[in-house]
């Protein structure tokens, strides 16, 4: 017998074509990538006196942009709603998320006080204005979120559900490919950010991306919906722009620590690894994952 879940997507859930997903994607690629610089460029003519929240700003604006064309494909083309892409049950499950989240963030709070107390000169402490610090808090608790949660659904939640018409692949066979896919599309657009170009080992960060864009969809799909990488990759960004940033970032912020230790690494690999698999021993906890 189904369970209620799965009696509620037979009922209620309103499902897309498969090519109304693919076109969904390219129209939302398409307007991040051409008007998302547009807008971009414009604000870097904007005189601001932080110059950190107006590079901040200015590395965030395309995300909007990319924010935009998803609202168009899911309103247009998809006509489907943000809690449909997100889950395949009744409600969105937000302690999942926020479990999911903190799990993750445990452990590169863990990896940054083991670094730091091994080798402190690597770590600088926010010696600056207070107010300035505490000035970027709100914007980056919204506007990170909005990055990453896009990232989500452009990358992984509308691109797995091509495969059978707007519903989650269940079975594992069917997960691992679709996480495969997945690991592609989160892995080639972030081949142009700053950590390549500076990185100590370029194919550590190449592999970390495609862990992160395999590892997240997979504990996702086997919980039905994707709670879990939104909560993950939010964490992620948050703790970066938040707690301890590095140089060369293509998220420039003001931290609370600022790491001047080499990026791309296969440490930071081993990291992500370990931070995914917190994130399993929580959920198995929850008894999150749905098994068929």
């Not at 989650?168 to 950010?193: D, E, G, Q």
């Not at 500076?198 to 919980?223: D, E, M, N, P, R």
């Not at 709670?227 to 722009?241: D, F, K, M, Q, V």
């Amino acid at each position: 017998m189904p369970d209620q879940d799965e009696k509620y997507i037979q009922t209620k859930t309103r499902h897309f074509e498969p090519l109304a997903g693919a076109l969904s994607v390219l129209l939302s690629v398409y307007i991040w990538l051409n008007l998302g610089p547009v807008l971009a460029y414009q604000f870097t003519k904007v005189t601001m006196a932080d110059e950190i929240l107006h590079a901040y700003l200015v590395a965030n604006i395309p995300f909007f942009a990319m924010a935009f064309g998803l609202y168009l494909s899911m309103r247009f083309l998809m006509r489907t709603t943000v809690k449909h892409l997100i889950t395949d049950r009744k409600s969105i499950d937000w302690i999942l998320m926020l479990y999911s989240g903190a799990a993750y963030l445990a452990v590169a709070a863990l990896f940054t006080l083991t670094h730091a107390l091994l080798q402190p000169e690597q770590f600088q402490l926010y010696s600056g204005d207070v107010q300035d610090l505490l000035g970027m808090v709100p914007l980056v608790l919204i506007i990170t979120p909005i990055q990453t949660t896009s990232e989500e659904f452009l990358m992984r939640a509308i691109p797995s559900r091509l495969f059978k018409k707007g519903k989650l692949v269940t079975n594992t066979r069917s997960i691992l490919l679709v996480s495969l896919f997945t690991a592609l599309l989160f892995t080639l657009p972030h081949l142009s950010n700053q950590e390549m170009a500076h990185a100590s080992q370029k194919t550590a960060v190449i592999f970390y991306y495609a862990l992160f864009g395999f590892g997240a969809t997979f504990i996702s799909l086997k919980t039905k919906g994707f709670e879990p990488s939104i909560g993950i990759h939010a964490a992620n960004n948050l703790y970066i722009a938040l707690i301890c940033n590095y140089t060369n970032s293509s998220l420039p912020s003001r931290p609370l620590v600022l790491s001047t230790a080499s990026v791309g690494t296969f440490w930071d690999v081993f990291q992500l690894l370990l931070g995914l698999g917190a994130v399993i021993l929580v959920l198995g906890r929850m008894k999150a994952f749905k098994n068929k």
